[in-house]
């Protein structure tokens, strides 16, 4: 949420700056701005995109600064809002929420604040404990960090000690890279990965002091700590539109080739399954009672799936928990029996992460499913996990990234059904669906042009219900979502059988249903009855199914059975391209909808 970018070198910062923060847009939009330090502190600010800021306006001589493109939380966007944010002789860029800042700005009797941010109130603090020099900036910024409560990643600059960036982390994610006579600061790797391939992740409660030629990391002691570097590889930080329209319509195209890079080397012809990722042995397999998903929006989802496929093949209970609900919770687990996953995209959703707190605290196995490598979530879990591979998600509403967790979670059950010496059948039976994946999924891409044609006949309604039975109904919720967040539609999921119990009584002309018919013969029968029910109250239905167009269905698609394991990800295809076409023909900002942002950094 929010993105951040800081240079120090000998080229102009201003164009270093801006060229990062465009690669953050997706992380938010609201408003941006860039900071540079000469003399003095030069800022530029603009409600909007970064398209909105006027680099004419500062020094190209400037070789040091900050930007930041912003997700708002405490106070509207606006350009007073906007960051970097200047008090005194501190200038700073900050993601996350400081919690105590009322009690700060009380305490500092602050009345001369430009801005309703929380952040500018620590920039305060710090400049208040800077005491114009009298300590060096880092005793402040320390000093400072230990008054807040909340989460940061913050980047920190001073006129008064021109030739560093003070950059710390609570929660909030930050990377440094690492140059020649430069280095750079980021929220995440995208930014900076055209400069440089080496990276430092900054742990929470660390301190980093940057200069041109060096990197010095500190705990909130000041000790010093020694930094670790990673390297990046390009394709996992990359990712540009080619012939593509909209990043949403190239990543759902782009899911035949992000399941074979989840596949390569870990599910084979013959049948089997091996991940060298997550990290349990044969007792911590054979020992296992129950599995605990969590995860948020999409990623949530595709764990509601994951559970109906795993229950059956393991025969073991799996509960499913929105983050942001368990990190509250106070559910029975039995702790060392119970393997909690952790799904994100980000790797670094802060109700996943405070989640990954709890279940440690609760003695629970923790292993993460994510896409970012070097992520949060992916270092915060104690038993290893699976990356999926699946590249960059720059689209807000995440599409590829769905596909490749459920997939991921299957081969995680199918390889421990093998483990725990199971019915080998299951284990055959996934890979060799999951094997026939991309190419079903490129098959069904053909009803692309169907789906354009079919939308413009329905996207006048304005009540959308989604509803699927049994492993179809998180398909649906799922569905529900891509719609609501795209189109900005009220679309809602339910349960097939759960129509009657109340929703029905919504069911008019402004109203269409989105019911999912599975495969199976007698689940089938009971949705063509649901289907009759919405009909003789004067519903309008759009039926998928394996099978051709029932009677009294208004619209239809026909797609594959690849099998029981996967057969939902074929339909959601299909729902992934509905709420796009849907979203063209209503010219909304697709890749950007309002109001929302790519990583939740904050709870
Ligand atoms: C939906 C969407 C969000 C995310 C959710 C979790 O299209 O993008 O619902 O799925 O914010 O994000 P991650 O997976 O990064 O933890």
């Known amino acids: 949420m929010c993105g951040i970018m800081g240079y120090l070198g000998e080229r102009p910062a201003k164009d270093i700056i801006y060229t990062g923060l465009k690669r953050l847009e997706y ?71 400081i919690e105590n800042y009322q009690d700060i700005k009380d305490s500092l009797k602050l009345s001369d604040l430009k801005s309703q941010t929380d952040s500018e109130v620590l ?42 960036l003070l950059v710390a982390r609570r929660g909030s994610p930050i990377v440094i890279g690492v140059g020649d006579i430069q280095n750079f600061v980021a929220s995440d790797p995208s930014a900076i990965i055209s400069h440089t391939d080496k990276v430092i992740y900054l742990e929470d409660d660390q301190i980093a002091r940057v200069t041109r030629t060096s990197i010095e990391i500190f705990d909130l002691k000041l000790k010093h700590k020694n930094p670790n570097i990673n390297r990046l590889s390009k394709s996992e930080a990359e990712a540009t539109l080619g012939h593509y329209k909209t990043y949403l319509e190239k990543e759902i195209k782009e899911q035949p080739e992000s399941l074979k890079n989840l596949m390569r080397g870990r599910v084979s012809q013959k049948g089997t399954v091996k991940l060298g990722g997550p990290n349990l042995d044969a007792d911590d397999a054979n020992n296992l009672e129950q599995i605990l998903i969590i995860g948020c929006g999409t990623s949530y989802y595709a764990g509601l799936y994951a559970k109906y496929k795993l229950e059956e093949m393991l025969n073991m209970p799996v509960i499913v928990e929105h983050a942001s609900e368990f990190r509250y919770r106070h559910g029975a687990y039995k702790s060392n029996s119970t393997l909690a996953i952790f799904i994100s995209q980000s ?19 923790t292993m993460g499913i994510v896409n970012t490598i070097g992520s949060s979530v992916a270092r915060a879990v104690e038993h290893g996990g699976i990356y999926l591979h699946a590249g960059q998600e720059v689209s807000v509403a995440s599409t590829k990234a769905y596909s490749s967790m459920v997939s991921a979670i299957l081969m995680f059950g199918a390889q421990l059904v093998y483990q725990r010496g199971g019915n080998s059948n299951i284990t055959k039976e996934v890979a060799k669906e999951l094997l026939m994946l991309p190419s079903e999924i490129k098959a069904t891409f053909e009803l692309h042009e169907n789906i354009k044609k ?30 609501t967040e795209v189109s900005y539609i009220h679309a809602q999921a339910f349960p097939t059988g759960e129509m009657k119990h109340g929703p029905i009584s919504l069911v008019d002309n402004k109203h269409i249903s989105i019911l999912l018919l599975p495969e199976d013969e007698t689940l089938y029968e009971k949705g063509i009855s649901a289907l009759e029910e919405l009909i003789a109250r004067g519903g309008t239905i759009f039926t998928i199914s394996t099978r051709p167009k029932p009677k009294g269905s208004n619209y239809h698609l026909q797609v594959t059975y690849v099998g029981e394991y996967t057969e939902g990800l074929i339909y959601n295809i299909c729902l992934q391209l509905l709420a796009l076409e849907v979203a063209t023909i209503r010219g909304v900002n697709i890749d950007r909808p309002r109001n929302l942002a790519k990583s939740v950094t904050v709870e």
Do not use: C
Request: glycine share 8%.
């Open 27 to 97: 992380r938010g939009y609201d408003s941006a701005g860039v900071a540079v330090l000469t003399k003095d502190v030069q800022t530029i600010k603009a409600v909007g995109d970064t398209s909105k800021l006027d680099l004419t306006k500062l020094p190209k001589s400037a070789t040091i600064g900050i930007g930041h493109t912003r997700w708002a939380t405490h106070g509207r966007p606006s350009a007073q809002n906007a960051h970097p944010h200047t008090y005194g002789d501190i200038t700073l860029v900050h993601n996350g929420i």
């Open 123 to 164: 920039a305060a603090l710090i400049n208040n404990n800077y005491q114009k020099g009298k300590i060096s900036l880092i005793e402040a910024l320390k000093r400072s960090l230990v008054e807040v409560s909340g989460t940061f990643g913050l980047v920190v600059m001073s006129p008064l000690e021109s030739n560093q």
């Open 347 to 365: 790797g670094e959703t802060a109700d996943v992460l405070a989640s990954i707190q709890e279940a440690k605290r609760r003695h629970l196995k």
């Open 454 to 483: 079919l939308t413009k006949q329905i996207n006048h309604f304005e009540k959308w219900f989604y509803l699927g039975r049994n492993s179809l109904y998180p398909v649906a919720l799922e569905g529900a979502l891509k719609l």
